[in-house]
């Protein structure tokens, strides 16, 4: 008889179980009040280490938590209790094998790393996605708090604060749309940083979806785009005579509070005219060949709006697999599991992955933009059946990432589960040091430290350790 050892298992309600840019005005662009300027030089590396080698960080956030041993970490020789339905198949590198309906990206596993040995002690999902994007612990785990103020900011927040962006673009973008929508998005603001410093958030475009539940159109238009009436000439216009009346407000007002306001005006003009970035919110101006191989599904087009916002120079998107309305599409707690996976998330994971790593290398792009593929945790090792649901519930002391890009030495598998993938049996990680490493990687000393206005103290950025052994 197969027995987990480790505490109980909260499901979504928080019950226990066994053990276990359309702009509307320019206030919607004043989100980050930093002036542009050229990034500094990046510390020397030693070759090897790859500190400062992504340009763009993209987290793929497989919100509620895809189970491992049907994704990366199969165990088709498992305890029975364990073992699902699915067969592993062969990579393109020998010996690693992932699940039989991820055939496309096992084409390309050379191009990936895969990390086995997650873990952590958070079983709900709004706690879990703060850590899984914050890189900090939530002081109130293991449940479903809504953001707050005194929340350590989003890893794109972090990045954008220490350094702005060298291009008029958002240091930060979440395409898709927050997740936990009804938690204010936990995980996914300023944090203590302030509203100045969220994430810009691009909602779920409009979409055509079939009695199949294919989408026909993701009806991703224009985000950031000016009123058809508006020339940038005439902004400019109107820039310069805003400028004259604010010349007379400074005289009234404090310096300090006009002056952060300029800045953010600024940066809003400065994106408004850029059309660069405005041109990469038009998933139109892509072929259909393009958007077809991409997948006609969200995660598949928000992925390719990913690509024109790396392309565009944003330093880090993240890309919202939820759909319409925000309920977690990895939540699988039920009997159609196995449906589920097999006829909707696993194929539009793999088409659209796929499509994103292949069209990234292509581009010269890889080599420069960080990937990580992961949910907040994974999935217990068995299945439910004593309590009728028949799926698999919460399990973070045991689960596994996709680490692409941007300084990741692909072909590899870092750490090791046991027979069931319940626990790491060598090179336990935390988020913390995924964060410890995204953060290396991006050229952020993870040791670094930023001020706290709320608390009136320096605060550090990470308490991780970078993993090494996958640069």
């Known amino acids: 008889m197969l027995r987990f050892i480790g505490g109980k298992v909260r499901l979504c309600d928080g019950l226990a179980r066994r053990e276990v840019l359309r702009v509307g005005g320019i206030g919607a662009l004043t989100l980050w009040g930093r002036p542009f300027f050229d990034s500094p030089a990046r510390a020397e590396s030693s070759g090897r280490d790859r500190f400062g080698q992504a340009r763009s960080v993209v987290f793929i956030c497989l919100y509620g938590g895809p189970p491992q041993t049907e994704t990366f970490d199969m165990k088709p020789n498992g305890p029975d209790e364990a073992r699902g339905p699915f067969r592993p198949i062969a990579t393109a590198v020998p010996g690693l094998e992932i699940c039989e309906h991820l055939p496309q990206l096992a084409k390309v596993a050379d191009q990936y790393a895969l990390v086995r040995s997650f873990t952590h002690e958070d079983t709900a999902h709004a706690s879990g996605l703060y850590t899984h994007l914050t890189g900090w612990p939530h002081p109130r785990a293991n449940t479903n708090p809504p953001a707050s103020s005194t929340d350590y900011p989003h890893y794109g927040s972090v990045m954008g604060h220490l350094r ?11 395409v898709g749309g927050r997740i936990l929508p009804q938690f204010q998005g936990i995980g996914q603001t300023g944090g203590f940083l302030g509203a100045a410093e969220a994430p810009y958030v691009m909602p779920q475009g409009e979409a055509r979806i079939n009695h199949y539940g294919t989408i026909l159109s993701a009806g991703h238009g224009p985000a950031l785009s000016l009123p058809e009436q508006l020339s940038p000439l005439r902004l400019t216009h109107r820039q310069q005579l805003l400028a ?3 010349d007379q407000a400074r005289l009234l007002e404090p310096r300090g509070r006009t002056h952060a ?11 408004l005219t850029n059309p660069t970035l405005t041109a990469a919110f038009d998933l139109e101006r892509e072929p259909d060949k393009v958007r077809d191989n991409y997948g ?13 916002l790396v392309e565009a120079s944003v330093p880090t998107v993240q890309v919202s697999d939820i759909p319409a309305g925000g309920e977690q599409h990895w939540d699988l707690h039920y009997s159609n599991i196995f449906d589920r996976l097999k006829n909707d998330l696993l194929p539009q994971l793999d088409q659209a992955v796929h499509a994103f790593l292949t069209d990234l290398q292509q581009r010269g792009l890889l080599d420069q933009t960080l990937v990580i593929v992961g949910g907040e945790f994974g999935r217990t090792p068995w299945i439910d059946r004593e309590a009728g649901q028949g799926g698999r519930q919460h399990w973070p002391r045991c689960y596994s990432m996709l680490l692409a890009g941007g300084g990741i030495r692909g072909g590899q598998v870092f750490g090791a589960s046991d027979r069931a993938a319940a626990y790491p049996t060598t090179n336990p990680v935390g988020p913390w040091d995924l964060g410890a490493t995204l953060l290396h990687l991006a050229g952020f000393d993870p040791a670094s430290e930023v001020f706290d206005p709320l608390q009136q103290r320096q605060r550090r950025i990470c308490e991780g350790t ?3 052994s996958l640069l």
Do not use: S
């Open 261 to 271: 306001f300029g800045q953010l005006k600024q940066r809003a003009f400065a994106m």
């Open 164 to 174: 702005a962006p060298a291009r008029p673009v958002p240091p930060c973008v979440i």
């Open 244 to 246: 004259q009346l604010e």
């Open 296 to 308: 006609r599904h969200f995660l598949g087009q928000n992925l390719l709006l990913a690509r024109r």
């Open 466 to 468: 970078v993993i090494r």
